[in-house]
């Protein structure tokens, strides 16, 4: 488990008392008062037809003193109100702890010729630290502890990082306090020394390629803003260049990016990530275009490129809807979902490159294509049938062409997220895990054969007593939407457990299979959790990401209203016991689920989420996020945003459900203002008595990687806590789920529509 949670910050809170009673007994239970209602100051905006009026816009500013004072007071209400659950809470925070430790956590698994070098948070340990060992075995070795740069306070994270094609460097970003600005240092493998070399600005995408001489490489830099320059140009004009150790990296030279060549375009909010591999005397350029999925591509016959002015040959642009390259020989691989929404490979000459005329590799079927690799044995493809990976092997001549494909056999039914190859070696390495299967990493070698590499064991948690299923439910429009479901095997269908519905839905993300060992802390009470595979996400492709976009945004959040409902008629849960979450842009899909129908939840968490869409554009992080949200400057992009902004749909007078809302104060993704504002216009807006709760954490951002162990420990547990709480649980049944009585002449208000 990683996530990020939230540090504490004293204040002191003037308190009343609630008397409830039980069964044989009387308890007293206080709660501290809400902190004030801060100041409205209200900006309008009428366009195209519709009138918008937002009263804490003046949040956006985190510097004025209001905002600021807000922040600090909000957080500590919010620990005051989780402090007060006493003993239940308590009791959960151990068995987390206890089921966190279960096993060591391994990711970002890299094949590098005869080494795996990877990350790993073993029991214990605070933060993950970056390892390499020989692929064939053996002990393995710490290269990076991000522990030893820990301060008062805060605390330090990988972001990312690249060994050398040698296996003798690695270069590696790592940021402080959850704020993904990374810094890229090396180290060399053998010795564990980190090198002099440090280069900052370096956020996201960092080392993007070592080049063939095994002593420099290609590298994103963002650069400084200038005095008067707006946050939202912070993370604009992005430029790619070359670091030599050693070298003052202000002497490094830039050559692809914006502004770099007038022959290749760049929008200021587009990426330049420079690639070379061994097995082509070709590199690439490759343009991102925000958070966009489709991409431009570039090649140039050369094994390393020394300046700004190379005769780029542009290979595919955004209209042929290519996600993915890689090289062999002369021929160049693209993944696209052109003419094909379950996305195909196709292959096309470097020196004369023509998508009109390329040849497929991987035909289009009822699987999603989700990615490939190129290994000395051919290309591996892997592929998802709902929520289940699936793996095979095609065969390539010396100059890309393909040949035969054959499946290779899985130690059992389960998702793959990833899979590393090699161009050099045969073979791949992947993941594999499943709802109630801990994550283990194999690797297949030029046989075919299937073996357990052993840089992880499985969690020592006993899955037998849980189970998992996948089902469907029918949303507003009549579309079928797939449902994942994990319980204990001997629950009862009688509506009384608490449900924990996630749902997430944007870039065409799927939430596939995955195993925690922390969510047994909420199924051995009887919950269960449950995924709702909305549009927007990718569970069918790239027609199940477009209909959840921008003007079809709507139906993301009836699908998860529909999921919801689904929990309900089949008597696994009721709304007295129902609980959503939605996460970073899954903050739109519990936003507008609890703004449409209030009703439907008894608790809701907004985990860094995007909760004013209409305003996101003028954050750091905004203008990326334009290709998938929309901009409020055209009449589409206008409405779209309006219609999916929950800070916006919030009605005066409506019982809400109990709302915790968290956020990372150095999140550079989503904005902690949008949570602060929607929390803000919910706390005067509720008539329910339930809690709407701010959670801050000043060491942290919005990755839950970035996040220690510590942290994430006590988020699970203000998390869990809050929602068996509010959904009535029986160990907090002494702690009264409304924090303050419902006002006077109180009457709740109809349902809202869906939409």
Request: glycine share 10%; net charge neutral; hydrophobic share 40%.
């Amino acid at each position: 488990m990683h996530r990020p949670a939230l540090t504490v910050i004293l204040f002191v809170a003037t308190i009343y008392s609630l008397t409830v009673s039980r069964v044989g007994s009387q308890v007293s239970q206080s709660f501290p008062s809400p902190p004030p209602v801060p100041p409205e100051r209200p900006v309008g905006v009428t366009k195209y037809g519709t009138s918008v009026t937002d009263p804490y816009r003046y949040f956006e500013n985190m510097n004025d003193p209001v905002v600021v004072d807000f922040f600090k007071e909000q957080n500590a209400y919010a620990r005051a109100v989780l402090g007060r659950l006493g003993p239940a809470r308590d009791q959960l925070f151990e068995r987390i702890k206890s089921l966190d430790n279960a096993g060591a956590t391994v990711t970002g698994v890299t094949r590098d010729g005869p080494y795996y070098f990877y990350e790993k948070l073993n029991p214990g340990e605070n933060s993950p630290k970056l390892y390499v060992r020989d692929v064939e075995g053996g002990g393995e070795r710490m290269l990076v502890d991000p522990q030893s740069l820990v301060t008062a306070g805060r605390h330090f994270t990988i972001n990312y990082f690249l060994p050398s094609l040698d296996g003798k460097y690695v270069a590696y970003g790592i940021s402080e306090g959850g704020s993904e600005a990374a810094v890229i240092h090396v180290v060399e493998t053998a010795t564990a020394r980190v090198l002099a070399d440090a280069i900052d600005r370096a956020y996201y995408f960092g080392v993007t390629s070592w080049r063939p001489d095994g002593n420099s490489f290609y590298y994103v830099r963002f650069p400084k803003l200038r005095p008067g320059e707006p946050q939202t140009d912070k993370e604009t004009r992005a430029v790619s260049y070359v670091h030599s150790l050693g070298r003052d990296p202000d002497r490094d030279v830039a050559v692809f990016g914006y502004g770099v060549d007038a022959k290749v375009p760049f929008a200021p909010t587009d990426f330049p990530i420079v690639t070379y591999s061994p097995a082509s005397p070709y590199t690439l350029g490759i343009v991102g275009h925000g958070v966009a999925n489709e991409r431009t591509i570039y090649a140039v016959r050369a094994p390393a490129i020394e300046s700004g002015d190379v005769a780029w040959k542009r290979v595919a642009d955004t209209a042929d809807d290519v996600t993915g390259a890689e090289p062999k020989g002369s021929t160049i691989f693209l993944l696209t979902h052109k003419d094909a929404p379950m996305f195909k490979v196709v292959a096309t000459s470097l020196a004369s490159p023509n998508l009109a005329s390329a040849r497929t590799v991987v035909l289009p079927g009822t699987s999603v294509v989700q990615a490939f690799g190129v290994a000395a044995d051919g290309m591996y493809v892997l592929s998802r049938n709902g929520g289940f990976g699936r793996i095979a092997r095609i065969s390539l001549a010396p100059d890309g062409s393909p040949g035969a494909s054959n499946g290779i056999a899985l130690p059992f039914q389960g998702s793959i997220n990833a899979i590393a190859t090699d161009p050099r070696v045969p073979g791949a390495v992947f993941p594999l895990t499943g709802w109630t299967r801990s994550q283990l990493y194999y690797a297949v070698d030029a046989s075919g054969t299937v073996t357990d590499t052993h840089l992880k064991e499985p969690a020592d948690v006993d899955m037998s007593p849980y189970t998992s299923s996948e089902v469907q439910a029918r949303s507003a429009d009549g579309t079928m939407v797939p449902l994942s479901l994990v319980y204990r095997k001997d629950i009862a269908l009688d509506g009384s457990h608490p449900t924990y519905l996630q749902g997430y839905g944007a870039y065409g993300i799927t939430q596939v299979p995955s195993f925690n060992a922390t969510r047994v802390a909420w199924l051995e009470r009887g919950g269960v959790f449950a995924v709702c595979h909305v549009r927007g996400g990718g569970w069918y492709g790239e027609a199940w990401h477009r209909a959840g976009m921008i003007a079809t945004k709507p139906h993301t959040w009836q699908d998860f209203i529909a999921c919801g409902q689904w929990l309900i008629a089949h008597r696994y849960t009721s709304s007295a016991h129902l609980a959503g979450e939605g996460t970073s842009a899954g903050g739109i899909t519990i936003g507008r689920a609890i703004t449409a129908q209030p009703h439907l939840f008894a608790a809701a968490l907004d985990v860094v989420g995007a909760s004013n869409a209409f305003r996101m554009e003028f954050s750091p992080n905004g203008p990326p996020n334009i290709p998938e949200f929309g901009t409020v400057t055209n009449r589409v992009g206008f409405k779209a945003l309006y219609a999916m902004d929950a800070y916006e749909h919030v009605v005066p007078g409506m019982a809400y459900p109990a709302v915790m809302l968290i956020t990372g104060y150095n999140d550079p993704r989503v904005a902690s203002w949008q949570l602060a504002k929607f929390a803000a216009r919910l706390q005067k807006a509720t008539t329910s008595g339930r809690p709407i709760l701010l959670r801050v954490d000043y060491d942290a951002g919005h990755g839950f990687l970035a996040a220690s162990r510590a942290q994430s420990e006590q988020l699970l547990t203000d998390e869990y806590s809050f929602l068996l709480w509010q959904c009535g649980d029986p160990a907090f049944s002494g702690v009264p789920a409304r924090v303050f009585p419902r006002p006077a002449g109180y009457a709740r208000k109809a349902p809202l529509p869906d939409s």
